[in-house]
Structures are given as structure tokens and as C-alpha cells.
């Protein structure tokens, strides 16, 4: 069995959000000057993200392997999205993901050719991926299960 600690930390400088800046230019096909405030799109929001990752495996023998993996992450900015940013003050944004459990268990029968994955997650905000597939077969397109609070469940096949 392995156990593995990471932590990481990230500061974000310059993503998309909505603003007022200046402009002083010349139209080339008129000659005629602009000079003055505009609103649009501009490269002025900040954040961080910092958290770790606690993960427990047991390498494929007997059968069987799993993964047991927790997150703890915290990620702040000026704005959720590119039209609500809020100065200079860093809030949670829409991708915060304070805890997040996620296991995989990999079992082979003996005999058989076919592998049982059975997999789970569970966050306060999103549901988990579930999969399932025989060595034979392609791996699966992901599908994300229909949102809730403190969503888990567990598919094996």
C-alpha cells in the first residue's frame, strides 16, 4: 500500500471579467479620433486556489486493487464568472470544491475475462462519474449523474 500527501497552491492573475477602460485611438478607414471610457472585456481578475490531496493505493494482487482519494481545496476570486466580479475582495468562486471523496475499486474474478469496476464520489455540489467496462471492451464516455447535495453511489458491473 502507498500513501501519498500533496499539497499545492496557485495564484490566478488575469482572467476574463467585465469592466470600464480607456481608449485613445484613430480610426484607420475615417481618420476620425476616439477618445474615452468603454465597458467590455478585460484581463483583471485575481484568485487563488490551495488545498491537498490525500491518497491511499494498494497496487493490483489478490485480485483486487482500490484507490481512496480526498481532496480539500479552497479556491477564491474577484468573480465567479466574467460578469460578476467584485474589486479587489476574494470570495468562493463557482468551481469551489472544499471536500471531495473518491474511491476505486478494481476487482478481477477469477476465470473470467471480465474486469468489475465499480466506482464512487461525492462532493457537497456534484455527482459522481460511473463506469464500468470488460477488458475487451473501449473505455467508456464519461456521464456525470444529475447534481445534489451529498450525492454517493455506487455502480459495479
Not at 39 to 65: A, E, P
Not at 69 to 98: H, K, M, V
Not at 128 to 151: E, N, T
Amino acid at each position: 500500500m502507498v500513501f501519498d500527501l500533496v499539497g499545492f497552491y496557485r495564484d490566478v492573475d488575469g482572467n476574463l471579467a467585465q469592466g470600464e477602460f480607456f481608449r485613445d485611438y484613430v480610426e484607420w478607414r475615417t481618420g476620425r479620433h476616439i477618445r474615452g471610457m468603454a465597458s467590455g472585456y478585460v484581463n483583471q481578475d485575481k484568485g487563488n486556489i490551495k488545498g491537498m490531496d490525500l491518497t491511499l493505493k494498494k497496487r493490483f494482487s489478490n485480485n483486487y486493487s482500490f484507490n481512496v482519494i480526498y481532496t480539500l481545496q479552497f479556491s477564491r476570486s474577484t468573480g465567479s464568472s466574467y460578469l460578476n466580479s467584485t474589486g479587489d475582495e476574494l470570495r468562493p468562486n463557482d468551481g469551489d470544491r472544499a471536500h471531495k471523496f473518491t474511491t476505486y475499486l478494481n476487482y478481477v474474478v477469477p476465470k473470467t475475462p471480465r474486469a468489475m469496476t465499480c466506482s464512487t464520489g461525492s462532493s457537497p455540489t456534484s455527482a459522481p462519474i460511473l463506469s464500468s467496462r470488460s477488458r475487451a471492451d473501449p473505455p467508456p464516455a464519461s456521464s456525470a449523474a444529475a447534481a445534489g447535495a451529498g450525492i454517493t453511489t455506487w455502480t459495479c458491473a
